[in-house]
Every structure is written in C-alpha cells, then in structure tokens.
C-alpha cells in the first residue's frame, strides 16, 4: 500500500519556493509508511496543472510549469478507480 502525496504540500512547497526533493519529503512521511511508495494522483496532476494556467505572469507560469514537471517526473502518478478511492 502507498500513500498519496495531497496537493496543497507541493503548492506549500512552491509557495515557499522550496526545491522540490523526494528525500527531505519522504522524510517527512512516518516511519511506518516509508515502505511504502509516495504516489501523486491524476486529481493531484490536474489541480497543479490549472496552478500553471492560472499564473499572471510568463515567468510565474513557466517556474510553475517546470514545478509541475518535476513533480510529476520524482513521484509515481496513481490512476483513480475505487480501489485507490477506497
């Protein structure tokens, strides 16, 4: 079992202008679920991806843009069906 990764931690994260790095996220996670993968989901890519499109200016949309991209390479993106809902 994985966990998802909600949204509003990488929008915090950006906000913050943090560099988005998998360990010090993960590190984060307990130690139970650390076995575990962290996966982002399809809702996660799309919430983001609207993030980019609703930018007022290039520059913020294309750091966005290369945010989204980055994200979306590091994690693992879970497709939504009612298993994953469960």
């Known amino acids: 079992m994985g966990i998802l990764i909600d949204t509003n931690v990488f929008i915090a994260a950006e906000r913050a202008r943090q560099a988005l790095n998998l360990s010090a996220l993960l590190a984060q996670i307990p130690t139970e679920w650390k076995e575990s993968d962290a996966l982002i989901s399809v809702i996660t890519v799309s919430e983001l ?7 007022d200016t290039e520059a913020r949309r294309e750091r966005r843009r290369a945010f989204v991209e980055a994200i979306i ?12 809902a469960r």
Do not use: K, N
Request: charged share 20%; aromatic share 6%; net charge neutral.
């Open 73 to 84: 390479e590091q994690f693992g993106v879970a497709p939504i069906d009612v298993r994953v």
């Open 49 to 55: 991806t609207l993030g980019v499109h609703r930018a």
